[in-house]
């Protein structure tokens, strides 16, 4: 018996529901609570007026406040519905129009796709030579890839996962906070209005071609399909409104920026104190690997727009080491070749999810070129 008398009796009315581990109560007020700092966080960005507001400003928020131990969360179910969302609200910009402007433009997307996987190949072995990571863990942390299947890719080849991540964390927080604001500001555009539609919902057409890219996202995500819920909605909608299959309108304001605040706040809830501990070893390298990608992006952006005409601000976005929905959202808030953005990336996508590994295998057998995995 304790200093407040008898505890009452644990009864069935008095126990806490749980339902693995947790309390029904924690599952709405932790992604409750994340999704108001984001949404607060970017609001206070719109306000000021700064580059992509709804992606930098609940990612930032959301982070800082995990970092300093604030344990922010959503569920797996909230990051997947902004990734279709966001899908749907970037291929709608897939109009025959864009489609043909383009189209030429599909063997430079391969080429950079190549040119990007020899960076991210030369960056791994810097960082193993000089930062002290094992080869195998730092191949796989420097190619410029989705990082789940970086993660499953390194998993299997048997690197430190936990540094893999955080390298791509990394990498990802660094790139969607300097080259949407220096392209803004170093090319002095100003940020686009977007068309907002009149209509509080969807068309029934839009609404038609959001379930069946949902359906089809769920089914491929099953064949273990990378990133099936960006992607799947990304291609079906860029690919039925490019042949003029539908025009299903414009997508509501709301529900671009609710997207965005999904995304965003998914990626900031990834940092945490475990996290940032065990990335200490890597915040040097991956640091200065991050700025290395970003200035790659501008040298190759120069490139592009000297042999194929690509303007230079769109080719930074193209080519700048983050991911394909946080450069789609940046090149559409800054009024850019969106399309174009989004093809470099896919294309990039494709190539590094299927070479990265054959690549690993091919520099361990160069063993006499001191490229093979420390000891």
């Known amino acids: 018996m304790g200093e407040g008398g008898a505890r009452p009796p644990v009864t069935a009315a008095t126990r806490p529901m749980r339902t693995n581990g947790k309390t029904q109560m924690d599952k709405i007020l932790r992604p409750g609570s994340t999704l108001l700092i984001g949404s607060v966080a970017g609001a206070t960005f719109a306000a000021i007026h700064t580059p992509v507001p709804w992606l930098i400003g609940p990612l930032l928020a959301v982070a800082i406040c ?8 959503i569920p797996h179910w909230m990051r997947s519905t902004g990734q279709w969302l966001l899908g749907i609200a970037l291929g709608l910009h897939f ?33 193993s030579r000089f930062g002290g990571i094992d080869r195998t863990t730092a191949h796989f942390a420097a190619a410029i890839g989705g990082a789940p299947e970086m993660a499953a890719a390194a998993e299997h080849a048997g690197a430190n996962i936990d540094q893999v991540v955080s390298a791509h964390m990394l990498r990802v927080l660094l790139t969607v906070t300097v080259v949407p604001a220096a392209v803004q500001y170093g090319a002095r555009l100003t940020p686009h209005a977007p068309t907002i539609s009149l209509e509080a919902l969807p068309s029934p057409s839009l609404i038609v071609l959001a379930l069946t890219s949902l ?19 990304l291609l079906l909608t860029s690919i039925l409104l490019g042949t003029g299959v539908v025009s299903p309108g414009p997508l509501p304001r709301w529900i671009s920026v609710g ?30 690997y991050s700025f ?52 470099f990336h ?15 295998i091919w520099a361990r057998g160069l063993h006499g070129r001191g490229l ?3 000891g």
Request: glycine share 12%; net charge positive.
């Open 346 to 360: 896919v294309v990039r996508v494709i190539f590094v999810v299927l070479l990265t590994g054959p690549l690993l």
């Open 215 to 233: 359906a089809g996202a769920a089914l491929l995500r099953r064949f273990h399909f990378p990133n099936a819920y960006a992607l799947v909605p």
């Open 259 to 288: 997207a965005q605040i999904l995304v965003a706040v998914s990626l900031g809830i990834r940092f945490t104190p475990e996290s940032l501990v065990a990335s200490r070893r890597l915040l040097l390298p991956v640091g200065l």
């Open 66 to 73: 995990n970092i300093l131990g604030a344990n922010l969360d």
């Open 372 to 374: 093979a995995d420390k």
């Open 292 to 343: 290395a990608s970003i200035a790659y992006a501008g040298v190759g952006a120069a490139v592009l727009w000297m042999i194929a005409g690509l303007r230079f601000p769109t080719g930074v976005l193209s080519l700048a080491p983050g991911g394909m929905a946080d450069m789609g959202i940046a090149a559409e808030a800054l009024g850019l070749l969106v399309p174009a953005v989004i093809g």
């Open 95 to 127: 109009v025959p129009s864009m489609v043909a402007q383009i189209s030429g433009l599909l063997p430079y997307m391969v080429l950079a796709a190549f040119a990007t996987i020899g960076f991210g190949f030369a960056g791994g072995w810097a960082m």
